[in-house]
């Protein structure tokens, strides 16, 4: 059994690529940035906990819940493309945060008011950041190939 590869079309290839100016990849960079941001906040706020409270109390639940996106009652996409992206060495950076005063409190776990008690954390985001980071690789490897497939037609 014989075989034949024709390097040409590896060698033009490469040149495509070679091209793609520092502005169209870091772009680029900052789209995947994005979309895992985007990800991330749609499992954690899914996941994220809201109060049940009895009727006539004044309280609301999800206070906790619309943190994720600052009290806005935006779609995680919409929240995480309006982000700013941020560049240290070779790292594309989007920080999520949830300002809620007691969000770490539900997050990690707290002594009870008498202190003499624990309530256990919830881990709401700690169980979402597990579950991006396994699908993350493939996620990432769609977007290069639909980017690739897009510039170098």
């Not at 240290?88 to 776990?109: C, K, L, R």
């Not at 309530?119 to 700690?126: A, D, E, N, S």
Request: net charge positive; glycine share 10%.
């Amino acid at each position: 059994m014989s075989g034949h590869f024709d390097y040409h079309e590896m060698q033009e290839f490469r040149q495509k690529v070679q091209q793609l100016d520092d502005a169209t990849r870091s772009k680029f960079y900052e789209d995947c940035a994005k979309e895992l941001a985007a990800r991330l906040l749609g499992k954690v706020i899914k996941r994220t906990p809201v109060g049940v409270y009895p009727p006539g109390s004044g309280k609301v639940g999800g206070t906790l819940r619309r943190g994720w996106t600052g009290g806005k009652n935006s779609k995680a996409t919409a929240y995480a493309n309006a982000q700013t992206v941020t560049h240290s060495g070779h790292d594309y950076i989007i920080t999520i945060t949830n300002p809620t005063e007691y969000a770490s409190y539900v997050e990690s776990g707290h002594r009870t008011r008498n202190h003499k008690g624990w309530v256990k954390g919830q881990f709401f985001l700690r169980i979402s950041e597990k579950e991006l980071m396994q699908s993350a690789p493939g996620v990432l490897e769609r977007k290069i190939d639909a980017f690739l497939k897009g510039y170098l037609k």
